[in-house]
């Protein structure tokens, strides 16, 4: 599967964005989906993930209640909705189709390119 990020941008602090994960592949469906981020100088972070059905979402303790992860498999699009940015939400964010064990989220190899976020204070 490819997977194609956009809707990154420059927002100011108190903000919102919705990042989009396009995949190709008749798939999709049949994988969990996670976005993870990457901010300068360290290593990538899980952020949020969603069962392939979207009955299970899970999120990093920093971006829950302010960041919502949704899916739509007859788009074959994966959706971020962040809400109230904060400078520390500054980062590349990617898209990965992995697979999910109760509520932990496996990546698997397939990787977005990336798309940058970033919030101004």
């Known amino acids: 599967v490819q997977l194609q990020a956009s809707g990154g941008g420059l927002v100011q602090a108190g903000g919102s964005l919705r990042l989009s994960c396009a995949a190709s592949g008749r798939t999709f469906s049949s994988y969990a989906m996670g976005w993870f981020r990457q901010a300068p100088g360290k290593e990538r972070e899980f952020v949020a993930a969603i069962s392939w059905n979207g009955a299970g979402a899970y999120y990093a303790d920093s971006v829950k209640g302010r960041f919502a992860i949704s899916r739509d498999n007859a788009q074959n699009t994966v959706y971020l909705r962040m809400n109230s940015l904060k400078p520390e939400d500054t980062a590349v964010y990617y898209c990965?189709?992995?697979?999910?064990?109760?509520?932990?989220?496996?990546?698997?190899?397939?990787w977005g390119q990336g798309t940058q976020v970033t919030v101004s204070s």
């Open positions: 990965n189709a992995g697979k999910m064990i109760g509520v932990y989220y496996y990546p698997g190899a397939y």
